[in-house]
């Protein structure tokens, strides 16, 4: 049976929400970070950007979060098109985007990040990681990684401090360290790709020195006032990889340190649970909607005063409602249904629609899922970056061939200084 709450059901997802630091989010509804591909040949925010969040702007959403902004352009683009943030050259670009996201009225947080070996050899030839360890299964896409040295690890530190000290110069209320999804945190946290045995590796405890010492660094730079959140994996799910328990770990070992919010996630590219397309998913799990729900309520039951954001499977109204009035989160994430529904949270919250009409996308070849997910989801949000709405009855062949141009192109021609 399909439940379709009404207007007055939907009070829990209305009702602001208030982070220990005194930090207010106006609504329960966030919009979790998409990486947008849309930044200038320099790295800075544009038009394209400023187009597309000027759409969200109103979109009812209480916090919106950037997609990936990277802090190394020698070694550290993920994909095409990411705003790259090492200095303040691009300040007002940078204070506009903020402007823009924060006209409907939301928080609007930055996501800093660095791919680590997760950047393509179109974009990158030579790579660095935690160990000279390469991707799974990708080695004609991916490079294998050079080993970063102490003194390089330092200097990443350093940058993601750097890279919040701009945004929040440049108008945006808080940060959000990126440290899942097989990115350059979520290298240094796997037993996998981290196989060092210095002070970085080797321990589940010194796999996590990384994040702690981002965290610190980032903290030291905006202050106790300005929210530092993490978007975390649940697990990695992949065999031997990082799991729930050293994850529950880091948590704990994070709110130690005064984390503000932590959004649960879960998967990395190459096992992409994430997305949603993984035909194994427990049917559990798909009536409860959110993929990783169990998970983050055992967070919540063993770190009830830390604020938790879930992103991955919401669509219904009632979902939504359930897993806020149950205690098990504070915020929900939403992603995909933003870039097929920009009005998605303003109508659901006006009860003026009960569920979103976003659903994965199966063929049954899991690369083919991935890729069509990724391409269908990008491609919306190219076309709102260009003034046009999304076409979501468009063919899936369409975009995935305009994704493949699109990038095909842009990461052949690098950024310039």
Request: with cysteine; net charge neutral.
């Amino acid at each position: 049976m399909t439940l379709t709450p009404t207007a007055t059901d939907r009070a829990a997802l209305s009702e602001p929400f208030t982070l220990p630091n005194g930090f207010v989010i106006p609504n329960r509804l966030a919009k979790a970070a998409l990486s947008e591909g849309l930044a200038e040949r320099d790295g800075s925010p544009g038009a394209r950007i400023l187009r597309l969040y000027d759409r969200w702007a109103a979109s009812g959403v209480g916090l919106s979060i950037t997609g990936n902004v990277m802090i190394d352009r020698r070694c550290g683009l993920g994909e095409p098109g990411n705003v790259l943030v090492e200095d303040e050259r691009h300040l007002a670009a940078l204070a506009a985007w903020a402007q823009s996201a924060k006209a409907g009225g939301s928080a609007a947080w930055v996501q800093i990040n660095h791919p680590g070996r997760q950047t393509p050899r179109t974009i990158t030839a030579h790579p660095v990681a935690p160990s000279a360890i390469a991707l799974p299964g990708s080695a004609r896409l991916f490079a294998t990684p050079r080993e970063l040295t102490n003194a390089e690890i330092e200097d990443l530190i350093a940058r993601y401090a750097t890279a919040a000290r701009v945004v929040t110069r440049a108008g945006f209320d808080g940060i959000q360290i990126h440290g899942a999804h097989g990115y350059l945190v979520s290298q240094f946290l796997s037993p996998l790709a981290n196989q060092r045995t210095d002070a970085w590796g080797g321990t589940p405890e010194k796999r996590r020195r990384f994040v702690l010492e981002v965290f610190r660094a980032i903290r030291a730079e905006v202050g106790p006032d300005v929210p530092v959140a993490i978007k975390l994996n649940s697990a990695d799910f992949q065999k031997g990889g990082f799991g729930e328990d050293e994850s529950l770990a880091v948590v704990h070992a994070l709110a130690e340190e005064g984390l503000d919010l932590l959004e649960v996630s879960g998967g990395t590219y190459t096992s992409a649970a994430m997305l949603g397309v993984d035909a194994s998913l427990k049917e559990s799990t798909r009536k409860r909607e959110a993929y990783f729900l169990a998970y983050a309520e055992r967070v919540r039951a063993e770190r009830p005063d830390l604020p938790l954001m879930l992103t991955g499977g919401f669509r219904t109204a009632a979902g939504m409602v359930e897993a806020i009035e149950s205690g098990a989160i504070d915020l929900v994430g939403l992603g995909r249904p933003l870039t097929v529904q920009p009005d998605f949270p303003a109508d659901l919250l006006a009860g003026r629609v009960h569920e979103s009409v976003v659903s994965p996308r199966r063929s049954g070849i899991k690369l083919i899922d991935n890729l069509t997910e990724l391409t269908y989801y990008s491609v919306q949000m190219w076309r709102m970056a260009a003034g046009k709405e999304p076409a979501p009855d468009r063919h899936a062949a369409i975009n995935v061939t305009r994704y493949m141009l699109n990038n095909g192109i842009q990461s052949l021609r690098g950024l310039r200084a």
